[in-house]
């Protein structure tokens, strides 16, 4: 199990400072190959996915966590932002 924090920088399309911050837990689970990765906002009015977490078969926590990363860099609102991963949630 890791936890993480991402966070995202820029500026959105209105020209304003933009900043959002996500906590990230994974699980590797019992199997091998097995990922789980969840979300948690943590900044008020962050863009979510529909779903709060992301599981895969092959690729465990890693290939989870890559995956979780990438939806929500890829939400409308979180596009264009800069990201930085860190393995010390803050």
Known sequence: ??????????????????????????????MAGLGRASVVPMSKNAPMPEQDFVEVNRGGEELALKTLVDTLLGLPDNQGLIAELNNRPS
Request: no cysteine; charged share 25%; proline share 3%.
């Open 1 to 30: 199990m890791e936890m993480m924090t991402l966070k995202l920088r820029g500026t959105s399309p209105e020209n304003a400072d933009t900043y959002r911050s996500y906590y990230l837990v994974t699980d590797g689970g019992h």
